[in-house]
Each structure stands twice: as C-alpha cells, then as structure tokens.
C-alpha cells in the first residue's frame, strides 16, 4: 500500500524559513509529479508547486521567488523549501504524487494527510 507522509511544519515568523518533506513509500515503480497544494481556513485547495521526474517545475504565482520545490527520485521524496514567508501562507500543506505507478500496474493519485505551516505577524 502506498503511503506518503509529510514532515517539516511549524510555527514561524514572518520573514522566516521551512523546508516540508513528503516521502512516498510502499510498492512504487514510478512517480510522473510529485507537488504541494495547501488549503487555508474557508478556502479552497490551491496548487503551491508541482514538479515532474524530468525536473520541470511550475509555481503558483503568489510563492514565486520565495519557494522551491525539488525532488530525489532515488527516494521518492519531495521537498518544498519556503523562505521569505508571510501570514497568507498560513495553511494546511498538502503533498501530491500524481501519475503514480506500482508494482502491480495500477496508477494513481495519492495525498499526505497534510502539514500545517503557521506564519505570525
């Protein structure tokens, strides 16, 4: 069974920096993209980043410049590095593994259960 599992949220300050971490594990023979879509309080989910096994990326125009997404294939992991971070990116962080292949075939999409990242004024 796959499974993908995020770490790295917190509280910080604005200006501050956190890097969140998603691994997927289990029966995996490949991953197409891999991404972070948050979902504030009252809103929707939103696309934060995504980035395929080739390395192209593509960002959500509000986190342009400040984030940064990058993956190890090797270990089926991504990352989202967030630097410059303000209030409005206050949300639960979600990871994504689209196009996933397992051992037995089958393709799908998975979610994490979500990492809340806190920015204070």
């Known amino acids: 069974q796959v499974q993908l599992v995020e770490s790295g949220g917190g509280l910080v300050q604005a200006g501050g920096s956190l890097r969140l971490s998603c691994v997927a594990s289990?029966?995996?023979?490949?991953?197409?993209?891999m991404g972070w879509y948050r979902q504030a309080p009252g809103e929707q989910r939103e696309l934060v980043a995504t980035i395929t096994s080739g390395g192209s990326t593509n960002y959500a125009d509000s986190v342009k410049g400040r984030f940064t997404i990058f993956r190890d294939n090797a270990k089926n992991t991504v990352y989202l590095q967030m630097n410059s971070l303000k209030p409005e990116d206050t949300a639960v962080y979600y990871c994504n593994a689209d196009g996933l292949r397992d051992w037995s075939g089958s393709v799908n999409t998975y979610w994490g259960q979500g990492t809340q990242v806190t920015v204070s004024s």
């Open positions: 289990g029966r995996i023979f490949s991953i197409n993209a």
